[in-house]
Nanobody, 126 residues
Framework: QVQLVESGGGLVQAGDSLRLSCAASGRTFSSAAMGWFRQAPGKEREFVVATSRSGRITYYAGSVKGRFTISRDSAKNTVYLQMNSLKPEDTAVYYC???????????????????WGQGTQVTVSS
């Protein structure tokens, strides 16, 4: 079992930055592949970024590539999502997800993840 707790969301203006955190507890964090998803009102939950269990392999959705950066700190069992140059269309609830990882694989489908956090709201005003 893995428990995930997100934090760091808030209300910001377009162009601002935020850093989300996802603290993991339970099973060995180092063996977990991680991902971030987001869900805007009335829309499906969508993929944002994923990282392999080592953190060396990452994959970004086109809409955030170049603006968002995922990183992981194994000593703190935490994954971060640095979000720069935020846009109003980035407004959503952001969710952290985890699953058992395999080598350098990353996972982009929400159905591929076993564990989810409760989400943190990010609101970007224009």
């Amino acid at each position: 079992q893995v428990q995930l707790v997100e934090s760091g969301g808030g209300l910001v203006q377009a162009g601002d930055s935020l850093r989300l955190s996802c603290a993991a507890s339970g099973r060995t964090f180092s063996s977990a592949a991680m991902g971030w998803f987001r869900q805007a009102p009335g829309k499906e939950r969508e993929f944002v970024v994923a990282t392999s269990r080592s953190g060396r392999i990452t994959y970004y959705a086109g809409s955030v590539k170049g603006r968002f950066t995922i990183s992981r700190d194994s000593a703190k069992n935490t994954v971060y999502l640095q979000m720069n140059s935020l846009k109003p269309e980035d407004t959503a609830v952001y969710y952290c997800a985890a699953r058992d990882g395999s080598g350098g694989r990353y996972y982009t489908g929400k159905d591929e993840y076993e564990y989810w956090g409760q989400g943190t709201q990010v609101t970007v005003s224009s």
